[in-house]
């Protein structure tokens, strides 16, 4: 509510400024070439036990982007952008990000690239990834005291591990202040904004114990390691389950290297975006089944437009 109540005073002012100074709510239509990217973590007392990793279960999709990313919709509205100065500039901004799901989140194992290494030099086909040895007994002392058959099977079973799935989706509508190098009067380079505003996401996750976490390399012809791995949860028991859905408070952040800007268009080259929950109640639940230990979750989406292209109405 907190968030919503700031939002409602934020746009309130903001876009009575737009209103007077431009007619209508849309600039114009945008044509892009880009790809969207999404990170997770999930935390226990401040440290992350399940994180996403670039190398692990990250699939080509096709397209331009790196493993794991999406090719954005061709298609996208702008919104009228406000000069404070020659300068500085305030604008809307608006982040969806589209229902998905990760399978075998894997552990956030501090020792992965020595592992890594070290497969590489003898040529190992598979590794363990498991948790730090902090995170593990933060585990058996918290969440599993007194759990005998769970202390019983961590302590048969030497790779034991945590990993999670996870369903999630977003969208966010805010107001963003920023920032750019006019180097003429349509040239602009370095443009950065900042901006703050309300959203509402669904957030749905499983807390899994597994036998072991193994991790499946795949080489290249010449005997090196590929880039990116096979993941899974051995042996998946579903210990605990977190669900989130509703209002929540958002954060963006916009960079772009080069844009010309004029009354009939706008050019822009290699924009990036970063979008996500501000930190607090909306990404912080409670775990069911463990003497309401709590757990924080973390889901940012990054997302790259390499040009684009907008027709001003």
């Not at 370095?190 to 390399?217: E, H, Q, R, W």
Request: glycine share 8%; charged share 20%; with cysteine.
């Amino acid at each position: 509510m907190k968030y919503f109540l700031i939002f409602c005073i934020l746009m309130q002012l903001s876009v009575s400024v737009i209103k007077a100074e431009k007619k209508g709510w849309l600039d114009g239509i945008t044509l892009r070439i880009g790809y969207t990217s999404q990170t997770d973590s999930l935390t226990l007392d401040n440290d992350s036990f399940v994180k996403s990793n670039t190398k692990i279960n990250q699939k080509k999709l096709g397209g331009m982007g790196p493993p794991g990313s999406t090719d954005k919709f061709p298609l996208a509205i702008s919104f009228p952008e406000t000069l404070m100065n020659s300068w500085s500039f305030r604008q809307m901004y608006f982040d969806y990000v589209p229902y998905s799901e990760v399978n075998d989140l894997p552990p956030d194992d501090p020792d992965f690239e020595s592992k890594l290494t070290s497969a590489e030099a003898t040529g190992t086909g598979t590794i363990y990834l498991v948790q730090s040895e902090w995170q593990q007994s933060f585990i058996k002392d918290t969440l599993f005291n007194g759990n005998t058959a769970r202390l019983e099977f961590i302590n048969n079973n030497t790779n034991w591990a945590l990993s999670s799935d996870i369903k999630r989706s977003a969208v966010f509508l805010g107001y963003m202040w920023g920032v750019f190098y006019p180097s003429s009067e349509t040239n602009r380079w370095m443009k950065i904004g900042l901006g703050v505003g309300i959203g509402y996401g669904f957030y749905d996750a499983t807390i899994n114990l597994c036998t072991n976490y193994v991790l499946s390399l795949s080489y290249k012809d010449d005997g090196k390691l590929d880039d990116v791995h096979n993941g899974k949860c051995n042996g998946k028991t579903k210990i605990d389950e977190i669900h989130g859905q509703g209002p929540i408070g958002s954060v963006g952040l916009h960079v772009t290297v080069y844009e010309s800007f004029t009354k009939e268009s706008v050019w822009k080259f290699a924009s990036f975006d970063i979008s996500g929950p501000i930190g607090g109640d909306s990404s912080e639940f409670n775990l069911k089944n463990f003497n309401q230990q709590k757990i924080k979750t973390s889901s940012i989406a990054n997302s790259i437009d390499v040009i684009s292209y907008t027709y001003r109405f």
